[in-house]
């Protein structure tokens, strides 16, 4: 895994958003994986500006979203799908048809996770996934004690990551929806690039995991040690746990 230690989010987003450009250099027709949260917030900033600047378009693109809340009302903001309208799809020039998220208000969810599985590899497939990560290290919402291989999946959310999220619904608890639907890590596996942020120091532990942990259902995100393109970009607070630190440094210096 590629490990880029880098000053601030800004350096973050104009880095991850260089290589979406290369992505789409090279192929147009590509397709883009959007997560939420505020770790690919400077990464859709760096994006919405070259798109602005005529240097990318995603006019032929689909974007395919990792998540989203079960039963939560359509129009409210927390909803993954308006945070991926305004953060990033609306203010480039991506065809609304062509942004895909799994739907958690289907009467039949079962059907509509397949359904959404099946999607992304009729269309082509993920080109480049951005991620997060939780601090308990889920990926999208792969909560630990997951399989390493599911699809896109009805999931349970752990009382942690109701907590960390309990921010974006006026800091109440209760108020934060209990299920989700999302692309299960075998699913995100399959996108041909991943991209992680990582920013500050409650994601350090998470993040030393990930890199150096060993392979476990406890850390969900260390399955991207198996994926042959994988890079993190984090800030120095969230490295701050890495053993191999200057390692690290001393390849990104060569790179
Ligand atoms: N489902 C999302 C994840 O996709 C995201 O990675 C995580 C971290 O969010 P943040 O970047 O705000 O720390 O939050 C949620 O749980």
Redesign the pocket.
Known sequence: MEVFILPDEKAIGEAIAARIQKVFEANPKSNLGV??????LSTYKALIDLVNAGKLSFKDAHFFM??EYVGIDENHPERYRNVIMTEIASQVDVDPENVHGPNGNADDLEKAVQEYDNLIKETGGVDLQI????SDG????NEPGGSLVSRTHVGVLTKQ?RE??ARFFDGDLSKVPTHCV?QGLGTIMDARELCL?ATGEN?AEAVAQLVEGGISALWPATIMQMHPKAAIFIDEAAASKLKLIDYYREIQAQS
């Open positions: 997560a939420t949260g505020s770790s690919p990792l998540d991620l997060g990560i939780g889920h990926i999208a919402f990551t960390d999220n999302t942020v994601k």
